[in-house]
Each structure stands twice: as C-alpha cells, then as structure tokens.
C-alpha cells in the first residue's frame, strides 16, 4: 500500500473457530451469557431490554439474582412514577422449572410495581410470557 491504513485501538480479531470446519457452540456461547450482560438501560430515554433468550431459571438463587441486579440498576434511575422504564423482554428460549413459575410471577410483579411503566414481552414460548401479562 502506498498509505497506512487508520486501524482502530478498538479492533477486535475475529475468533478462529469462524474459519476451522468445527461447529462453533453457538448454543453454549449463547447459554454462557452472564446474568448481569443481559439488562440493557437507555436510562437517557427511561428503556430497559432485558434478553432472557436461552436463559435456564432452575433454582431459586437465580431469581433473587435477577432481582438484585435490577433492582440495583433500576434504583438509581426510577425515583418518582414519572421515572418508571418501558421495558422489553425477549423470552425466546426462555425455560424455568415448574416449581419456580410462581416465585418467578411474584418477583417480576415486585418489579414492575416498583420500577416499570409498561413492559412488552416477546418470546416462543406463550405460557409464562400469557401467565406474566395476566397479573
């Protein structure tokens, strides 16, 4: 090249396993998604997107880690009920034990009473997502 190209500090290589014939576990990668890398807040435009998608609810503790995460993303940002967040849900994929449905129902009801203005779900699954917008 007759000039130097302008590379970002930023540049990110691109992972290997793209260019091996190798499946590449998107699955797992996708399931491997930290709790706390799931909730989105466009605090500026009061907007929470929550991504739930292959998320496994199977034990208690993660319920209340949810709620501990948002409660303490939230709390800062929602003082008054003119503060509260529209919030989208992306349930695809989405599984929870039966035996946590109801606590999983009490705790977003805990939520939403204290934190949301409105809330969309969307997901494959239609049970839990018709079962949440009843209450």
């Known amino acids: 090249m007759d000039f130097v190209p302008l590379i970002s500090p930023q540049l990110k290589l691109m992972d290997a396993a793209l260019f091996t014939n190798e499946p590449l576990g998107l699955r797992e990668r996708l399931l491997a998604t930290p709790l706390a890398q799931r909730f989105e807040l466009d605090a ?3 907007r929470l997107f929550i991504n739930f998608e292959g998320l496994m609810i199977d034990a208690a ?3 209340t880690d949810i709620e501990r995460l948002l409660s303490a993303l939230l709390t800062p ?3 008054r009920d003119e ?3 529209a919030v989208v849900v992306n349930y695809d ?3 929870i034990l039966p035996a946590l449905i109801d606590d999983y129902s009490a705790m977003v009801q805990r939520l939403a009473a204290r934190f949301y203005g409105q809330v969309t779900r969307y997901g494959t699954g239609g049970f839990l997502k018709a079962r ?3 209450k």
């Open 44 to 46: 500026e435009h009061h």
């Open 61 to 63: 503790s993660d319920i």
């Open 77 to 79: 940002v929602v003082s």
């Open 83 to 85: 503060d509260r967040v």
């Open 93 to 95: 994929n989405f599984n």
């Open 132 to 134: 949440l917008e009843a």
